[in-house]
């Protein structure tokens, strides 16, 4: 059974810079698409980045585009989340997570295997 562990997360100011782990057991990490999503107080959970599971191929919210860069290293199971110029909104509980298909990336329900989360505030 896969264990995804999230962490990296803190408290910085805006335009600050966070940089997030996601390290993953079991030998199939290579096989699977990876993602981040975030869930906010009050509100839904929502996608932040995915990477196939070469890591040729990312996708981003647009909220997050030009600011954060999602990457991998499988011989580490490790996949990472750079935040650049972060602002007060970018303020949530970050989760990593994995899917065996690209073909809806950004839906939470492609995803089988969630992280506990990791607490990302950004002051203003």
């Known amino acids: 059974q896969v264990q995804l562990v999230e962490s990296g997360g803190g408290l910085v100011q805006a335009g600050g810079s966070l940089r997030l782990s996601c390290a993953a057991s079991?030998?199939?990490?290579?096989?699977?698409?990876m993602g981040w999503f975030r869930q906010a107080p009050g509100k839904e959970r929502e996608f932040v980045a995915a990477i196939s599971w070469s890591g040729r191929a990312t996708y981003y919210a647009d909220s997050v585009k030009g600011r954060f860069t999602i990457s991998r290293d499988n011989a580490k199971n490790t996949m990472y989340l750079q935040m650049n110029s972060l602002k007060p909104e970018d303020t949530a509980v970050y989760y990593c997570?994995?899917?065996?298909?690209?073909?809806?990336?950004?839906?939470?329900?492609?995803?089988?295997?969630w992280g506990q989360g990791t607490q990302v505030t950004v002051s203003s």
């Open positions: 997570a994995r899917s065996r298909t690209v073909a809806a990336v950004s839906s939470s329900n492609e995803y089988d295997a």
């Open positions: 079991g030998r199939t990490f290579t096989t699977y698409v």
